[in-house]
């Protein structure tokens, strides 16, 4: 059975079981239903503790530890190029999103400067990372309330930015393509790269997202279901820490793109002068479920808008920056035709001496798609960091639930959550 209902007798703040005997007090209507972890509208192993008078929820308290992995201590036992691979999962529906947050904590921590090139395509891959996000989101936005044709309208967009990761790292769900100043490996054909890309922003995304906004933006079902629905303002949202579409959904204009830039987002990126990429952020009012709805449709558009300026002016040049540090590894070219390319190589690959980190600690974040993804690293100058801490935006935007919740039937839990976007591989690290 997928609902798990007990009559209520503790109080849910402080204790963490439910048990099955009532209260020596009649409580009446007061019931404990416990939903998830195992529920297929938790989109993920997470559990909440509802307690219900009637129908009306009167408190939730969610409950986290079920797909605990140990990720961020796993960055204490892998090196800066290998810990890429544990990030990605931390964010399973925009992974390639976590690669580039990671590595840019990682260089700013080794004082490497991108090349233009990378910078271009980082900007690029991290933009298609907020679609994949968003796509899921909005198309799973009315399967939650029962209505199947827009999330296939989603799910299969997401499927082209599949094809397009597997063509460039030979990995669909995982790509794990960034590294400590560059990538694994420069664009296998960048001809055939573009075409992939402009096919996919210009005659294949466009007119799904224009059906999923003729299907569900007037709909009278799906409105009724999510206008007013979830409420937050923007002082909660500011005092809540709540960052992303969830934040500039009740009227918070925050972006790490425009207030603190980086790649592309950023005036000068290719140190020639050029001036950063044009995009608007989308910012409502009402902060419910149907502005987080509306607010992320719009990012879509806004990606799409970001990616259509970089994508015809990719530079030239190495990928990796290579000559700015020795922590990079060297070109194949290199390797196979100077002894100091073989020798940094097999430092870096195969014994872990070539990295001579600082004796330092520093934070970096990326705006992803679901609000301020952040790496704290404390380096000890070994190969591999001496703490890795993530600062995901799913965890802190989780803890506003109870909040939202309080007051609204149950069957509005889904629409809530679902407006959330929460993965569960971020809440436990």
């Not at 198309?139 to 999330?151: K, M, P, S, V």
């Not at 299969?156 to 397009?164: A, L, P, Q, V």
């Not at 015809?312 to 540090?325: F, K, L, R, T, W």
Request: net charge negative; proline share 6%.
């Amino acid at each position: 059975m997928p609902y798990d209902l007990k009559p209520f007798d503790v109080d849910v703040e402080t204790t963490p079981y439910v048990v099955d005997r009532l209260s020596p007090a009649d409580t009446g209507n007061r019931w404990v239903l416990n939903f998830g972890p195992q529920h297929p509208a938790t989109h993920t192993t997470l559990r909440l503790v509802l307690e219900l008078d009637g129908e009306r929820v009167v408190r939730a308290v969610p409950h986290i530890g079920y797909l605990h992995s140990g990720f961020e201590k796993l960055g204490e036992h892998l090196d800066y190029n290998q810990y890429v691979t544990i990030v990605s999962r931390m964010n399973y529906v925009s992974p390639i999103s976590n690669d580039i947050a990671w590595h840019a904590a990682v260089e700013r921590l080794f004082g490497i400067d991108l090349t233009p090139r990378c910078k271009v395509v980082r900007t690029i891959l991290a933009e298609l990372g907020r679609i994949q996000d968003h796509l899921l989101c909005v198309g799973a936005a009315a399967i939650d309330l029962g209505a199947f044709t827009a999330f296939l309208y989603g799910f299969n967009e997401r499927e082209r930015i599949y094809d397009i990761m597997d063509f460039i790292s030979g990995q669909r769900f995982h790509p794990d393509y960034t590294r400590v100043g560059g990538t694994m490996a420069d664009l296998p054909d960048e001809a055939m790269f573009k075409k992939l890309i402009k096919t996919f922003i210009r005659e294949q995304l466009p007119p799904a997202i224009a059906d999923l906004e003729r299907l569900l933006n007037r709909n009278r079902i799906f409105r009724d279901r999510t206008e007013g629905i979830g409420t937050i303002s923007k002082e909660e949202a500011i005092a809540w820490s709540i960052t992303g579409p969830v934040a500039r959904a009740s009227g918070v204009k925050r972006d790490l793109r425009k207030d603190e830039p980086y790649l592309c987002y950023a005036d000068n990126w290719d140190g020639l002068g050029a001036p950063a990429v044009n995009f608007k952020v989308p910012v409502a009012g009402g902060g419910d479920v149907y502005c987080r709805y509306l607010v992320r449709l719009e990012e879509i558009r806004q990606s799409i808008h970001i990616i259509e300026q970089l994508i015809d002016h990719i530079p030239g040049g190495p990928m990796n920056a290579y000559d700015d540090s020795k922590m990079v590894k060297p070109p194949k070219s290199s390797v196979y035709g100077s002894i100091e390319g073989l020798i940094q190589h097999f430092e870096l690959v195969m014994t872990n001496r070539g990295w001579q980190a600082p004796v330092a600690e520093v934070y970096t974040a990326n705006e992803t798609a679901n609000g301020e993804l952040g790496f704290y690293i404390v380096a000890d100058g070994g190969p591999r960091a001496w703490r890795a801490k993530c600062r995901p935006p799913s965890f802190i935007n989780y803890q506003v639930f109870p909040k939202m919740m309080e007051g609204h039937l149950l069957s509005d839990a889904v629409a809530i959550l679902g407006s959330l976007n929460i993965i569960a591989a971020e809440l436990d690290r």
